[in-house]
Structures are given as C-alpha cells and as structure tokens.
C-alpha cells in the first residue's frame, strides 16, 4: 500500500542550469556520486535534463527545482517549477 500514498506526486529534482541558449528551454545537469559495487570507490555521474522554462527567466548557473510533467516534445518531460538561487551576474 506504500505505492498508493505517492499516487499523484510528480517527482522533482534539483540541479543547476548548464545551458540557456534555446528558447523556453533550458538544460540542467544534475549530479549524484554513489559507491561502486564492486571497486568500493565513490563514482560521480552527471545527468542533463532538457527542462521547459515558459518564463525565460532561469540563466546559466541558476539552481532550480525541476518538476516531472507530461511530455513537451520529443526530448522535454521536465519544467522548472521554482528558483532555488539565482547566480551572480558577472
């Protein structure tokens, strides 16, 4: 019955924007380390999300919480729901 309380939550994660050049769209990386299975060594892995940004407000270094959606288009499932911390303007 676990499965039954999560019904109806879009999963969400946080990352930082890599990439602002499209419009409406944004591409944010999202990393996590883990151990590895059989080395014992701690591993990064990088993972890119195409994220639609409806407002154009989220710039390149920005950390944003993205949120899971229907699909946009062929590569978008994901939308930026808020604006953790903006980056500094250089």
Not at 17 to 45: G, L, Q
Not at 50 to 60: I, L, M, P, S, T
Request: aromatic share 6%; glycine share 4%; proline share 3%.
């Amino acid at each position: 019955m676990a499965e039954e309380s999560n019904r109806g939550q879009r999963k969400t994660r946080v990352g930082f924007v890599v990439s602002d050049k499209m419009e409406k769209t944004c591409v944010v990386a999202i990393s996590r380390r883990y151990m590895h299975p059989k080395y014992k060594k701690y591993v990064k892995e990088r993972t890119r999300y195409k994220v639609h940004d409806a407002a154009n407000e989220a710039r390149h270094g920005d950390k944003v919480l993205i949120e899971e959606t229907r699909p946009l288009s062929k590569h978008k499932r994901w939308r930026v729901k808020t604006i953790l911390v903006k980056a500094p303007v250089v």
